[in-house]
């Protein structure tokens, strides 16, 4: 048995070790917005159901362990006490993975991760439009476990509505777990499907990535590719150059032929295949060949 003491790690280790025993971890897609009524969107997998009577729902936008700074999200709660928790599910889970990106202050990740906004009944904060399952909230506290980098930052939440898509409910009007098709955060860049096992997803670049809005239209519009397909699209910092395009596709004679020809749906198709297999620099060079 290898045992260890918290006190003898640093955080990013402890972190590391939490993450990768408890789990796997529902998602709280929180919406919320600023004093300046700017939208916010982030994921947080410290997260759970905590009451039915009242029901309470308790997500924690902790500190970043590297540096001891606040998220976006915590500073909203603290100054707007709304917020919309939206469940995950497998459709969208690449876009709440691009909304993770650490874009800047007053950035909408709504736009950035190509996920509608959609006006709630009872709160300011939007809902996400594609999420299965959304709960419009009022934030009773916020409880800040401590003040250095990985301390967690309790956001209480008291759900005053419901929305449930009808398609996700049984015959009696209850969630149907096979419907949901939910997932769950485990450690490092892994994920659970729920009755499907685990699957990777790679953690937003470091630098930003160009976001859905930065897809062109034609792409962005397509009749083939998914919300995950344009969630993986969007996590590129940059769109190759041309002439990096051209020499792909003078080495790449099928790729070539599918230019030609000049049929989008299976230009499409192929871009697809190589998202697939987690290679969006030769998705992105078919896509935008002429």
């Known amino acids: 048995m290898f045992s260890i003491e918290p006190k003898d790690l640093s955080v990013g280790k402890l972190h590391q070790y939490l993450l990768g025993a408890v789990g796997p971890r529902p998602i709280a897609f929180a919406s919320t917005i600023d004093e300046d009524g700017r939208p ?3 994921p947080f997998s410290f997260f ?3 009451g039915s009577n009242p029901p309470i729902l308790i997500f924690s ?3 970043r362990g590297r540096d001891n700074t606040t998220k976006h999200t915590f500073e909203n709660a603290k100054k707007v006490d709304e917020v919309v928790i939206n469940i ?8 709440m ?6 874009y800047g202050e007053g950035v909408n990740e709504f736009e950035k991760a190509g996920l509608t906004m959609l006006k709630s009944d009872l709160v300011k904060p939007f809902r996400v439009a594609e999420s299965p399952v ?14 250095e980098g990985g301390a967690g930052n309790l956001v209480i939440c008291h759900v005053v509505k419901m929305h449930m898509k009808e398609e996700i409910l049984d015959e009696s009007g209850f969630i149907d777990q096979h419907k ?3 997932v769950a955060r485990m450690g490092g860049n892994w994920y659970t499907r729920a009755n499907m096992g685990m699957f990777e997803v790679p953690k937003p670049l470091s630098s930003l990535g160009i976001g859905v809005d930065g ?7 397509s009749k083939i590719l998914t919300g995950n397909d344009l969630g993986k699209l969007g996590n590129v910092d940059a769109l190759p150059e041309q002439t990096d395009i051209e020499d792909y596709i003078k080495s790449n004679p099928e790729d070539a032929g599918l230019v030609k020809e000049g049929n989008i749906e299976k230009i499409h198709t192929k871009a697809q295949l190589y998202l697939e297999k987690d290679q969006p620099e030769n998705a992105w060079k078919i896509l935008l060949a002429k």
């Open 88 to 95: 995950v599910n497998y459709d969208i889970v690449q876009q």
């Open 97 to 102: 993975s691009l909304s993770s990106t650490e």
């Open 61 to 63: 936008p902790a500190r």
């Open 180 to 182: 949901i098709d939910q």
């Open 40 to 42: 916010n969107l982030s």
């Open 48 to 50: 759970n159901v905590f």
């Open 134 to 147: 959304q709960f419009e909230c009022k934030i009773k506290e916020v409880v800040e476990t401590g003040q």
């Open 215 to 221: 897809i062109p239209k034609e792409v962005k519009n």
